[in-house]
């Protein structure tokens, strides 16, 4: 009963290749996020949305691309992925924009880009 | 300055041993505290708010010093079950605004 899951947990593809990575809460929350975490740990939030809606983007290149069919799903897509992509991506969701602070974390989705 | 500092360890301290470490933040308008917990190659998981008047949880106490904008955490009688990560979270004055994470405390209990 996985209260937030990703799919895939590894994901190891070329340069220039587009990816997506899935994201579903079974938490009932109206709110998602994703975070990028790189090498050196910083924990970065790249997108929110509150019930399908944006809410937050940070400066993060238009090659990456968000989509919330319905508020317990999140998913981000990434076209011509770069070296630098390469991280942990962590999708989250919070019970609202105001509970913020008590985010519910997937596994993560481990990036590789060669 | 970055928003929220940790320093990034490692504290390698033996079993049963007290271990404390701070984090500082630097908007004085900053409305609330938290310490995360991210085990290696895990996701981060909520450990605990840090109230004005500090507060408790066991064996792991948190503090808020708004003057000099810094909270910490302390953990007594460690366990090997507390090597991991700590990450401080910081949310700003505003509900909407987003809340930031430190880099992370990383801790490692030997037996």
């Known amino acids: 009963d996985t209260a937030v899951s990703q799919t895939p947990k590894y994901l190891v593809t070329q340069m220039g290749n587009d990816k997506s990575i899935k994201c579903e809460q079974n938490?009932?929350?109206?709110?998602m996020y994703w975070y990028k975490q790189d090498s050196k740990k910083f924990l970065k939030i790249m997108f929110s949305?509150?019930?399908?809606?944006?809410?937050i983007n940070e400066t993060v290149p238009n090659r990456f691309s968000p989509k919330s069919p319905d508020k317990a799903h999140l998913n981000l897509h990434i076209n011509s992925l770069e070296l630098g992509d390469s991280a942990v991506y962590f999708c989250?969701?919070?019970?609202?924009?105001?509970?913020?602070?008590?985010?519910?974390f997937g596994p993560g989705t481990r990036l590789l880009v060669l | 300055r970055k928003e929220v500092e940790q320093d990034p360890g490692p504290f390698n301290v033996p079993e049963g041993a007290t271990v404390a470490f701070n984090c500082t933040y630097s908007?004085?308008?900053?409305?609330?505290f938290f310490w995360y917990r991210q085990d290696c190659r895990k996701e981060p998981k909520l450990l605990m708010s840090v109230y004005s008047s500090g507060n408790e949880d066991g064996r792991f106490t948190a503090q808020l010093n708004r003057a000099s904008q810094y909270i910490s955490l302390l953990i007594r009688d460690s366990k090997l079950s507390d090597s991991a990560t700590y990450l401080c979270?910081?949310?700003?004055?505003?509900?909407?605004?987003?809340?930031?994470f430190g880099s992370g405390t990383r801790l490692s209990i030997r037996p």
């Open positions: 989250a969701s919070s019970q609202d924009p105001a509970f913020q602070e008590t985010q519910y």
């Open positions: 938490l009932g929350h109206d709110t």
């Open positions: 949305y509150n019930n399908k809606e944006l809410i």
């Open positions: 908007n004085s308008a900053s409305q609330s």
């Open positions: 979270v910081v949310k700003p004055y505003s509900s909407a605004s987003k809340i930031i």
